[in-house]
């Protein structure tokens, strides 16, 4: 059974992963006015997920780090029909 929740973990990794660097190719120049276009992409891309059966809740998060000077995003999702930690997964990028 965990066998099964880790392939599917890093099956819905690897979707959100391809996702997220199309979303941030296509924007790819951030700036102030665009950065919640791009959130709002990764929100529906998400909610594609979840209508899918996929992922049962998510959270999407984009901000900008002053002391690094780049943006970071987080996305959080849990798997279908859990509430357990290993059904859960935070995916982290910087760009």
């Known amino acids: ?5 880790t392939k599917q973990k890093e099956e819905i990794n690897h979707i959100v992963s391809s ?3 199309e979303i941030l190719h296509k924007g790819l120049r951030v700036q102030d006015n665009n950065l919640g276009n791009i959130e ?3 929100i529906l891309m998400m909610r594609a ?3 899918k059966n996929k992922v049962y809740d998510f959270a999407v998060m984009l901000s900008f780090n002053d ?3 780049h943006y970071e995003g987080k996305i959080a999702y849990a798997l279908i029909n859990s509430e357990e930690p290993q059904y859960q997964e935070l995916v982290e990028f910087k760009f």
């Open 1 to 5: 059974m965990i066998l099964d929740i």
């Open 19 to 21: 996702a997220v660097q």
């Open 40 to 42: 709002d992409d990764i």
């Open 49 to 51: 997920l979840q209508l």
């Open 67 to 69: 002391l690094f000077s």
